[in-house]
């Protein structure tokens, strides 16, 4: 293959040259309350060829292998017809490699049917929970082979195996229907999704109890995160802001976003990086062959660095930082983030809300979403702090900030950093990316609380 | 699909296969230039079978040999559930005019001129907007076949153009975008540059807002991005089946204004969620879902109706997995009063055009609570500028409950939902 790729390289006149093949094998098991609605199996084979002329991009995906040449040429010539001006790409050194995938206990070798008996066990101990309506569940794993080929004389196949595990228990009483939910996905662990009875019966039991629980009233609280809420958060409010990609084109936006700014106090240090080994967003290459690394993206408060492309780390002067992925062979690669995280502190849980009158503690996620500058989250679980006391349980919240003003309004941050590898990144159509982010508990004052 | 079906029937009882083969140009611009052309081909085949009575289903795109997907299929089959079903053997059907050949024939400099002279009239209008948008054509060909001798194919064309412009200033960003799609070309950039225009003119400077419950506008795109989703997950009938909708067991009973309707109609000519048959091979057709305020029906596909105890009504549906029941193209009837006009109506109030999160909040209950990332403030029957840092919290059976008005304005979103504008008696506000 390495020899077949290279010669369709070489016949080609471009400033760069990219060819991805990806093979992929997955399973998908869905529940809808009693019922095993779909067990199914899909097995997929397609590839892509991205090309850089003249600072134009042209980029063509097929499924066929035997589509390879003539993609190949069509790429090119789109490049060729977009480009006016110099290219600006970062320099790569060749890299010849294969990264087998890494597993603790594969979940394709596990059956299909201790999956189903595994999962049946969860329902019914959600179901079992008087009160439950219904209850949804979602499982999948993928085993992925992706060979990449460049004009940079690279050549590496990264085999990878995901999978991720979703639990929502609906309660239902006179009209009014609450939900909660548990995610969770791992870098090839199946056990990760095992013994998991405890967390099912609790989110059931959580479920039943807010039909009881009562809304906050929308406004201004000083909020505390729990580590897997503040993941989401420091993944909406500052890591799509240091996707370069956002910026490498903006004037304004590269004042803004200008190295050695102030973004929050002393004790943040907010970093992204597919270096830090084990979790979901862990890889050894991106998607355009640049090996991954560790990036202080905050550190003591300062904008210390962002995420790059070699074509944004090019345009700005600043070195490729690993980042750019595309979600599979129908997409070109694109900056993203990988494992994400505010680095811990040194604040005590009980220190942290001991002196809160009247607060919001919110715990997990349902969501998050950023348009750079604004940006929302919500919260999966809920409660009011009163006098420095976890107090009754409300539902869920929404949050809001934005990203000028949250991140100063943090002002304790916790010793207790836990990462959460539930969750999918979309961005620009390509959804869900595995990542992972995480951050031990924070307060931030003066929160934006949504509700009536 | 003949030789997956004759794999199949070797050792299954019945087998259904559906086939998508798709060809998209997408042109992207960035920062007010072009950037990148992509071609973008795909083959996929979803396989379902029925074995000893029971369901399995596998899918493939690329080069899987016919024989591995049958053998993937009858693994599953295992662990399927009962069939309760007979696959539809459709072989003729009432067409839907989705198709046309000018699509194919345009050509990437004109996409080209269409997406630089949207660019162009936005920039003149406002210095140091940024745009990034793309231009798309496509064809895609449905197929489906079933060995009890169904066959049925459609060809459908594609042609969509999306801009968004981001306008940094004083270090405060404002989005402001369209986009419109047709099985047509769109050749006449001036809607989208109009709309862009007129929200750039709307959110020129900031206006104040204090926490409260005020009148609220919601334009089509607030409709649309706010209104809807709780609607479609209501009346979708796995989740009435499952208990889990809110209006479960509220069907011939009036819940909403009696002015609103709402139906489900993938039989308009050149519409992109138009169809002549759902993914099952089941006619599509017209469902009114919500009439005078009434809830009238709700949508299935064949297993769900099947489970129900009621029948499929067309909207089985895939998007990467086996069908389940889901929209076509919702449209929510156009009323008699101008949005001028609500806005003259409103005394103190909040427009809401783009309501960011708006899906994170409990959607099974009815209720949305978002950041406003692009709305108005009205003051004395004018809007007097942009609000920010701002959320709207609601339940939308609360919201159409009683209505002010329904707008004249209707227009389509995405090609996928058509609406006008719907003014509120209130919503619930916090801002800082």
């Known amino acids: ?452 | 699909m003949e030789e997956i079906l004759d794999i199949a029937r070797r050792s299954a009882e019945s087998a259904e296969v559906f086939r998508v083969t798709s060809i998209r140009t997408p042109v992207h611009f960035e920062a007010n230039r072009l950037k990148q052309i992509q071609t973008k081909e795909s083959v996929s085949v979803a396989l379902r079978l029925v074995k000893n009575g029971k369901m399995g289903f596998a899918q493939a795109s690329g080069n899987i040999p016919p024989a591995d997907l049958v053998s993937m299929a009858l693994e599953t089959s295992q662990f399927g559930y009962q069939a309760n079903f007979a696959f539809p053997s459709l072989r003729s059907f009432e067409q839907v005019d989705v198709f046309d050949p000018q699509v194919e024939h345009i050509g990437i400099d004109s996409m080209i001129s269409l997406g630089q002279a949207v660019i162009d009239a936005v920039c003149a209008n406002t210095a140091g907007i940024l745009c990034e948008g793309s231009i798309s054509r496509g064809t895609a060909t449905f197929e489906i076949a079933s060995t009890g001798g169904g066959h049925a194919s459609c060809k459908r064309t594609n042609f969509s153009v999306s801009m968004d412009g981001m306008l940094v200033r004083d270090g405060d960003i404002l989005y402001v975008g369209d986009i419109r799609s047709s099985c047509r070309p769109i050749m006449d950039p001036s809607p989208v540059t109009g709309e862009i225009i007129r929200q750039l003119d709307l959110a020129q400077r900031n206006a104040p807002i204090k926490s409260g419950t005020m009148p609220v506008i919601f334009t089509p795109f607030g409709v649309a991005g706010s209104l809807l989703a709780p609607l479609i997950s209501a009346f979708n009938g796995k989740t009435v089946l499952d208990g889990a909708s809110p209006i479960k067991d509220k069907k011939d009973m009036v819940i909403f204004d009696s002015r609103l309707f709402l139906t489900d109609d993938p039989t308009i000519p050149y519409q992109p969620g138009s169809t002549p048959f759902d993914d099952e091979g089941m006619p599509a057709r017209r469902n009114a879902l919500i009439d005078h305020g009434k809830v009238v029906q709700f949508y299935y596909d064949l297993h769900t109706a099947a489970l129900a105890g009621s029948s499929s009504t067309g909207n089985g549906s895939r998007s990467g997995g086996m069908p389940s029941p889901s929209v076509h193209a919702l449209v929510i009837e156009g009323g008699k009063v101008s949005q001028a006009d609500m806005i003259k109506d409103l005394k103190e109030g909040v427009i809401i055009e783009q309501l960011m999160g708006a899906e994170q909040g409990n959607i099974l209950n009815g209720d949305f609570s978002g950041n406003v990332l692009l709305g108005y403030k009205v003051d004395n029957g004018e809007i007097t500028g942009r609000v920010k840092d701002t959320m709207v919290s609601g339940n939308v059976y609360q919201l159409l409950k009683e209505v002010l008005a329904i707008g004249s304005d209707s227009r389509w979103i995405a090609g996928f939902v058509n609406t006008p504008s719907i003014y509120c008696p209130s919503i619930a506000v916090s801002a800082k």
């Open chain 1, 1 to 452: 293959m390495q020899d077949r790729l290279f010669s369709v390289i070489h016949g080609l006149r471009a400033d760069y040259i990219e060819v991805r093949l990806d093979e992929s094998q997955s399973s998908r098991l869905v529940y809808r309350g009693e019922r095993l609605e779909e067990v199914g199996k899909t097995a997929s084979t397609g590839g892509c060829v991205r090309a850089l002329v003249n600072g134009g991009w042209g980029f063509a995906s097929f499924n066929s292998v035997d589509r390879l040449v003539e993609s190949a040429a069509m790429a090119v010539e789109q490049a060729t017809h977009v480009g006016k001006v110099q290219s600006e790409f970062s320099p790569a050194r060749a890299v010849i490699d294969t990264v087998e995938a890494e597993y603790k206990k594969n979940p394709l070798e596990v059956p299909l049917s201790a999956k189903k008996s595994m999962l049946d066990e969860y329902n019914r101990i959600m179901l079992d929970t008087p009160g439950i309506q219904t209850t949804s569940i979602g499982y999948g794993d993928i085993r992925k082979k992706v060979t990449f080929a460049s004009s940079d004389g690279s050549y590496i196949e990264q085999s990878r195996i995901d999978l991720n595990l979703r639990l929502s228990a609906i309660a239902s009483r006179d009209g009014d229907v609450q939900q909660v939910g548990l995610s969770i996905g791992s870098k090839g662990d199946f056990s990760a999704v095992e013994g998991l009875q405890g967390r099912a019966r609790g989110i059931a039991q959580r479920a039943v109890a807010l039909l009881s629980a009562p809304e906050v009233k929308g406004g201004t609280y000083t909020v505390v995160l729990d580590p897997v809420l503040a993941g989401v958060f420091v993944h909406e409010a500052f890591g799509h802001l240091s996707e370069a990609d956002h910026i490498y084109e903006n004037p304004q936006m590269r004042d803004i976003m200008v190295l050695g700014r102030s973004f929050g106090g002393q004790h943040l240090n907010i970093v992204d990086g597919a270096a830090v080994p084990g979790l979901r967003g862990s890889y050894r290459y991106d998607d355009e062959g640049t090996p991954a690394s560790k990036t202080y993206l905050i550190k003591e408060g300062v904008l210390n660095s962002r995420l790059h492309s070699r074509e944004t780390a090019a345009k700005m002067g600043e070195k490729p930082t690993g980042n750019a992925r595309a979600i599979n062979y129908t997409y070109p690669p694109i900056v993203r983030m990988t494992n994400t995280y505010i680095e811990p502190g040194s604040t005590t849980f009980s220190e942290m809300i001991s002196g809160i009158r009247e607060g919001v503690y919110a715990r997990d996620w349902y969501g998050g979403t950023t348009s750079l500058e604004m940006f929302t989250f919500s919260a999966g679980e809920a409660y009011m702090i009163r006098d420095g006391k976890i107090a009754e349980m409300i539902r869920p919240v929404v949050l809001s900030g934005n990203v000028f003003t949250t991140l100063h309004n943090i002002d304790a941050i916790g010793n207790d950093l836990d990462m959460n590898q539930g969750g999918g990144c979309g961005k620009a159509g390509q959804s869900p990316l595995p990542v992972s982010n995480g951050s031990p508990h924070i307060r931030i004052q003066n929160c934006l609380v949504g509700g009536k």
